[in-house]
């Protein structure tokens, strides 16, 4: 793939693949070394780059292909029997709130106790507010927060990117105690609707990888496009895994980054 002119590589060091056992992964972390546009973000984001905070990085492993980038092109979405129980349990029981970012004590409680329920903190102390805000929030895009809630309690946040033509499921995070709801397919439908009633293309929602339970739940949604060997391709969506975990996890974990 071609690196794109703006973007500067900061890190580009072989790791234990995060994804699959038993492989050794390449994700470089790239800078733009200016501000970037609306349509620059969409570039990016079809060359297969994904976000966290300041960064953007994508996969490239010396013998691996198996991530795959995955988007919804909106006006062609349709909804499963299963997906449509889920949106009308969702539009029943919570309320959404669509708005820039905001930084609370209840956003990095709900973030732990999201991360510890699901075994992503690997035993590691809590995020604090900085760790929140440098993992989410500092961008070089526009970000917008799609927020969830049960009459007057926060269930889920699900942080989402803006290009010209193209959103971003970036990470969303919920309540344990709301897992009834399906709250990570939820905000997938509700970043969905968004785009299509805000006259967006896209919504892409990171990295589809068939081995990995945490990951491969995205081809539920279709149709839908995912990035092989440099071009775009269809894809019908798939039937629904039971054991699959509902979620919504950003592709690269910020304990990851670190370890960079």
């Known amino acids: 793939m071609q690196q794109l002119e703006f973007l500067k590589t900061i890190v580009n060091e072989a790791s234990d693949c995060p994804y699959l056992p038993d492989r050794t992964a390449r994700m470089p972390l790239s800078l733009p070394e200016r501000e970037i ?13 994904r976000r ?3 960064f953007f990085y994508r996969t490239q492993c010396p013998a ?6 995955l988007r919804i092109e909106v006006a062609k979405f349709r909804e499963s029997r299963s997906l449509r129980r889920v949106r009308k349990s969702g539009d029943e029981h919570l309320r959404l ?3 820039a970012p905001s930084l609370d004590e209840s956003r990095v409680q709900l973030f732990n106790a999201h991360r510890s329920q699901r075994n992503l903190d690997r035993g590691e102390a ?24 049960r009459n007057d309690r926060l269930v889920a946040v699900s942080i989402t990117d803006v290009g010209l033509k193209s959103l971003s499921a970036v990470y969303c995070f919920f309540d344990p105690e709301f897992s009834w709801l399906s709250p990570g397919t939820f905000a997938i439908l509700s970043q969905v609707s968004l785009a299509q009633r805000l006259g967006f293309k896209w919504l892409y929602l990171g990295m589809y990888v068939a081995g990995n339970a945490h990951l491969c739940y995205k081809s539920r949604f279709g149709p839908h496009e995912r990035l092989q ?6 894809f019908p ?24």
């Open 126 to 149: 809590p995020a604090a507010a900085d760790d929140y805000n440098s993992f989410l929030l500092n961008a070089f895009c526009e970000v917008w927060e799609l927020s969830f809630w």
């Open 37 to 49: 546009t609306a349509p620059q973000f969409d570039d990016l984001l079809a060359a297969g780059y």
């Open 52 to 54: 966290s905070g300041w």
């Open 237 to 260: 969506p798939t039937m629904p895994n039971k054991q699959q975990p509902e979620s919504s996890e950003i592709d690269i974990q910020a304990d990851e980054l670190d370890e960079d």
């Open 97 to 99: 709130q669509v708005a």
């Open 64 to 69: 691996c292909q198996a991530c795959e980038p």
């Open 229 to 234: 060997q440099g071009q775009w391709q269809l």
